[in-house]
T-cell receptor
């Protein structure tokens, strides 16, 4: 059982470039989300999805797009990378109930130069 | 809206000493509480969770946490730490809201265990 798989693990982008961070889960979870982790700020929610075809914004959505065409996949797109998007990105999935834990991917360390 | 405050950003501690990581939350409705651990260069994994019932919750690796509703706190403790407990620890709350069943994290506490 692979859990949550994120690719790539590391990425360096130039300002203005675009890219897609991939996230896949094999636990049939309805709820998936993307967080960014910055020192001292914990994890901040970027976008989330409560099922295939349904997405919504979190706390810090600007500069990012998501889509959810299948239950398994939830890619995050950076439209035009900026140095402020240098961060570690985590994808998580959970059952769509409040009392369940979230399962996290290993993270993508992104540097924008 | 719900929020989580972890009162210490860093906690240095000697091996075999006890450690307590403080977490306070605010919410206008009942919430569920979680502690996650992040080892270097890894994702987060669940340490323990409080859903209901006994206010003292035991988790993996000898950690435990106590839920205090009147003080809106969920402090994490371990009576004797090991070098391998060096990690970052996150408190989180889960509850209903505009963002669905949202999981809100505190800023994290970095624990450095010294020999």
């Amino acid at each position: 059982n692979a859990g949550v798989t994120q690719t790539p693990k590391f990425q360096v982008l130039k300002t203005g470039q675009s890219m897609t961070l991939q996230c896949a889960q094999d636990m049939n979870h309805e709820y998936m989300s993307w967080y960014r982790q910055d020192p001292g700020m914990g994890l901040r929610l970027i976008h989330y999805s409560v099922g295939a075809g349904i997405t919504d914004q979190g706390e810090v959505p600007n500069g990012y797009n998501v889509s959810r065409s299948t239950t398994e996949d939830f890619p995050l797109r950076l439209l035009s990378a900026a140095p402020s998007q240098t961060s570690v990105y985590f994808c998580a999935s959970r059952e769509d109930r409040m009392n369940t834990e979230a399962f996290f991917g290993q993270g993508t360390r992104l540097t924008v130069v | 809206a719900q929020s989580v405050t972890q009162l210490d950003s860093q906690v240095p501690v000697f091996e075999e000493a006890p450690v307590e990581l403080r977490c306070n939350y605010s919410s206008s409705v009942s919430v569920y509480l979680f502690w996650y651990v992040q080892y270097p260069n890894q994702g987060l994994q669940l340490l323990l969770k409080y859903l209901s019932g006994s206010t003292l919750v035991k988790g993996i690796n000898g950690f435990e946490a106590e839920f205090n509703k009147s003080q809106t706190s969920f402090h994490l403790r371990k009576p004797s730490v090991h070098i391998s407990d060096t990690a970052e620890y996150f408190c989180a709350v889960s509850g209903p809201g505009a963002a669905g069943n949202k999981l809100t994290f505190g800023g994290g506490t970095r624990v450095l265990v010294k020999p």
